[in-house]
């Protein structure tokens, strides 16, 4: 199985960081193609960030297909560009934090999204909405960190994520975290240890739900609302979009 | 008060289609600024068409802030780019689906929305639960005209979208109709006529909107989920979104 | 444009500070009606006051249609005798709660009510759910300041309001306040200075929705839910109600 | 037990009709007070009809309290004037529809409502959302004849409510059916014999939840949202309202 | 009227206290079946034991439907059984949580419920959302004593309940308190006069449910989602189920 | 990796049938454990089968965890004791119908149900409502044929789900559809050539989510709403559920 992993940034470092993540859960006989867009944004952290990023989502999940890969997963928590990929692709797309939700509302009954900057907290707010997620999320917390800080020693990102979890699970009643940012992904291990219940790392999930929608032979249907974009002419630097 | 009418595709005549529905309900002070993209596509009916439009639309809305615009429309039906306008914006920004969806709670117990293709009746239910709006909607009928064929006269499109309000009125219980694309902005007045219930064309909606926010110095909260972007460069074609 | 402006309780001072609200937002070529019901209750904080306010509603709406008003503002956060108002008049009908929450879904993720006594908060949220906005609203707040006490010195109703602000802001993290009150409409603008963010006085919005259904041609949908009501008699005191 | 039956109209058969229902199903010990407002409306089909029938409402409510009346019941199915009564009264209030709903999801997974004329179909579903009860309802359906042609046999009404009930079966899956009038109470026996299903009249539905609040001792809590009326001055015909 | 009373758990001591807060509030014309099962689970307070009590119930039910009973009442606050009861039972079958909380609804704006262990929330939660519950309810609060403590004075459970229930209407503005325990019935009195707000106990409540369905001639509608169950064989101990 | 696939009723040809949907799609490292309850019921089409099978489902969970299983699958549509078993084991659980929901949300905008019996259409739509599903799905549709008489030649099942499908994609705007019971899996191959879009059999997606789990190291929280049974005696055949 050969699985298009896509950092919608142009940080290679994060991309290296979600590759590792995603290794360490892949099944034997995944493969995966670990990849960032060539030009955008090296951080997502608003609304405009993120229609940067959704181009570059596009252009590498068109690349994927053409190099043969039978899912694509997008490794940001906003799910950038989710629903032009999915008609773009053949193949199944899957957005980290559907993933993650989708993962947490197994393992307990509420969750809690413990995510980086403030900013982004009504970005996820939106995707509870959208994915019918109110009733199974309790809370979406921020450490007010930027992604790109989260690994940034002088951050304490360690420290203030676990004692937001803390929180989470004692003011909110959360059974469940959901790591709100990809860059998070590395933390997941330690974050279990110290709390005791389930921390879901949205690429881990995305990874399993794309080998399982593989095997199953299951894609995204075509025929409605993701049927494949009308052949039309696009101008400028979108050209690069239509192959 | 100068106010900038975005046309999100590149088509002219829908521009200058929007500008008249937009300068026939225009306030005696009120001063219109009809764009539309340089580049991107030609008819919006899809996720990734709208993907590439709504870059356009950040484009033209800074554009429109250099030119001293007091309010941003965007003239689509689904509202591309509303999120990262609102960010990049000083001054405030309303999206027509938006504009026609609130309109229409002021004049019936339940709307329909008429729209064009029916791939694009997914992005309508998408608005609809974000904007709150499921309670107050009673269908969504689409005719499966495209927008560009919506003025040729061998689409027999007034007849068919006529039939649907018909529809919408009888079978759905609508007290109003939502014009469900920008390029019907110019059947509003027939369809009034002949359907006796309030027909309500967003771009008109929106330019009385726009004219109310400026009048009551009114713009989008910047301290929270639309602050600025933060300051970080873009790489390839998307340097040109960042000022 | 006649505009009909309906302070719906018998309070001469709250008509007088409504039409000015009203009056420094208005077009140019729009004229104000301003007045109240000639006999009911000076100030509305409970269903009951709400119920008389309401009649009082509807007899200055027939007046109003009777003058050539084109439109009718009910100028009080409950909204009483909106659905009433709706079915007696041709001209659209406009109530400052649904008025503000709307606007104030134009310009950020989320909004608290900033309102008068604590009684009054359960009205405010069934007027959320019947709009369709919880997900819209973070909080509705109450300083428990009688309405007749908002411009008495000794309330301190201006630092208390501002305070509730700044926890609806801080707290509950809205992007933007809106007044539970006509009463407040003169704070407006140092409450604007003061937070930073949007604060939506009720009666400028419906003021401007007023007229921008009045550009738009659009009035209430009179064929399904606001049918002119039925020719039946009514006795006693509601005789005068038809006309 | 004595317990106010109000009708919220002026028709002295409906009055009778509503007696009788309650009377059948009444406990031995229950004593009821069954009148209507001296002035007011013949029928109520809208929502100025509601806002009249509701001022009679409150001062039957108040006539009843002064009586001794130990709960009461509002038999229109619209529930007129029920946040009102329930800030004016001691003892409990109930409206029929609140009533007829509540004991409806007793009884199946949905239930339809049958109701009068079209044009009341919207006030019932604002009754749904605001009680909660849109997921248990799967319908409601309008035979289109007025109130006081309900028992005039040439609106051939049974038949036509009769059709009405088993479309709600057949083709929206009802469990059960809930009488959309009061005017409809003396059907339920013939309609539940028909149709073998559950049949809900609100009037006896709420008689029972009347007995059933006071033998448990309970009322509106009266420390908030339905705090009694503050002390002020109304002034016109709205001072027969304050005792 | 003979009504069945089921105590879930198998402790004579809470079916006494039951049987009692029922007795004090039943019809002249009422008697009681007071049981519980014959083996099973002393207390329930989490999904298995909800599950092994479900059996339970349906026994019961079965023994109270071959004795002559008119309606049946499930007295655990997470309503075990309530679905496969009514599936079994000719007469109706009430749970103590919906009539608590469809009791609330009728006497405020908003409630909560204050139950016994933390572990247990979540299951009133579920029950909130099935039963439509949410926008009413303002909070879920445990005190964190287990079922069969509450009647040992070293738990000071009224103490802690009492608390709970300032908190809930000071903190939550909940104008009701809804009693999440069967266990807690005898406390009702002693709370309301502390309170001076309604407290709800289920099981006074599904008594008086239970009299306004015999009264009216209701049960559960039998011919869609209560089907009887379909003739199949059971094997091992569940054969005791079918008769 | 051990995987419990526990079939909840006692056919042993529904077992097998299972088992080889799971085979069909297992990671090359999964092994499975294809189980039934030893007693209980043939199939389940109600409220009390499911009451029955879900102890017969703790049984085999609990049997599983002492085998090493890593996870355990309930494969029946209704999950029943889903709740139960993820408080008594310590590996994660996972129903057939959340499995297939949530696949289904991945790869269309709105999914189908298509199931057997009429009166398990409303047990699915209080998973729907359970699981935030509701705006996701758009129709749940039964073909009335008795799960045991799915393989039966005579019952026409095929054809039948077939036509079920395309009303669903027709006149629901299905994109995707879901099985609505575990012995309709070996049909997916077909439907899914047949239809042209994404057939979702519950068994196949909860192996692979069961999978993902595995290799994530994720199970169910066990600090809050799942924590383990509380230490206690249960009386008679419950007995045995307790190690």
Same mark, same amino acid.
């Given at each position: ?13 994060? +991309?290296?960081?979600?590759?590792? %993540? ?7 006989? +995944? ?14 952290? =608003? ?37 032009? %990929? ?21 393992? =307990? ?14 970005? +996820? ?70 709390? =005791? ?26 025929? =409605? ?5 009308? +052949? ?12």
């Amino acid at each position: 199985m050969l699985i298009n992993l896509i950092n919608p940034n142009t940080s290679s470092s994060m +991309t290296h960081c979600i590759g590792n %993540a995603a290794q360490a859960v892949a099944a034997p006989d +995944t493969q995966l193609r670990c990849v960032h867009p060539e030009t955008g944004v090296a951080s997502i952290e =608003g609304y405009l960030d993120e229609l940067v990023a959704a181009t570059g989502v596009v252009e590498q999940v068109c690349q994927g297909e053409a190099a043969g890969c039978q899912a694509h997963i997008i490794a940001c928590f906003g799910d950038p560009g989710l629903d032009a %990929a999915r008609e773009v692709a053949q193949a199944p797309v899957i957005g980290i934090a559907e993933a993650a939700m989708h993962t947490a509302t197994l393992l =307990g009954h509420r969750f809690s999204v413990v995510t980086s900057l403030c900013r982004t907290v009504a970005m +996820t707010e939106h995707l509870l909405v959208k994915y019918g997620m109110e009733h199974q999320c309790s809370s979406v917390r921020a450490v007010d960190i930027a992604v790109l800080d989260l690994h940034n020693p002088e951050s304490d990102a360690y420290r203030r994520i676990l004692e937001a979890c803390h929180k989470a699970v004692q003011q909110d009643k959360a059974d469940a975290i959901v790591l709100g940012c990809a860059g998070m992904a590395d933390l997941q291990k330690n974050l279990t240890h110290a709390l =005791g219940i389930p921390v879901i790392d949205g690429v881990a999930s995305a990874l399993g739900l794309a080998e399982m929608l593989i095997r199953c032979g299951l894609s995204t249907g075509k025929q =409605g609302s993701y049927a494949p974009p009308l +052949t039309k002419v696009y101008s400028g630097w979108a050209r690069s979009l239509r192959r």
